[in-house]
């Protein structure tokens, strides 16, 4: 049985850092591409950073250069560093994995994956929440 459970969520000043962690069990695929999703309130759930089995990692605009994903292959566990948090970053934070075809870097292409992205995901966890206040 798959597993995903995101945990360091919380509140943070805004310019302020939360390190996010989603421990992975169950889950044996070696062609696996492993992201971060968010949904703002009275908004969809949009990818923001993802890496593919090969290393590669890809990042919505509006998160490049503050927020960093890595992974632990040893612990199974996925990472989201966020840095220079911003208001608008406020929301649930999703993890998750699948098979995406082609691999997720190729739906971040344009800096602004679309819905598609998610239906490739096969695994997600239940979700943390970030806050930070205006």
């Known amino acids: 049985q798959v597993h995903l459970m995101e945990s360091g969520g919380g509140t943070a000043q805004s310019g302020g850092s939360l390190r996010l962690s989603c421990e992975v069990s169950?889950?044996?695929?070696?062609?696996?591409?492993m992201g971060w999703f968010r949904q703002v309130r009275g908004n969809e759930r949009e990818g923001i950073a993802a890496?593919?089995?090969?290393?590669?990692?890809s990042y919505r605009n509006s998160v490049k250069g503050r927020f960093t994903i890595s992974q632990d292959n040893a612990k199974k566990t996925l990472y989201l560093q966020m840095d220079s948090l911003k208001p608008e970053d406020t929301g649930l934070y999703y993890c998750?994995?699948?098979?995406?075809?082609?691999?997720?870097?190729?739906?971040?292409?344009?800096?602004?994956?679309?819905?598609?992205?998610?239906?490739?995901?096969?695994?997600w966890g239940k979700g943390t929440r970030v806050t930070i206040p205006s």
């Open positions: 890496i593919d089995a090969d290393g590669t990692t």
């Open positions: 169950g889950y044996t695929s070696t062609d696996a591409c």
């Open positions: 998750a994995v699948g098979e995406v075809s082609a691999g997720c870097a190729a739906h971040y292409r344009g800096g602004t994956p679309g819905p598609l992205l998610q239906y490739g995901m096969d695994y």
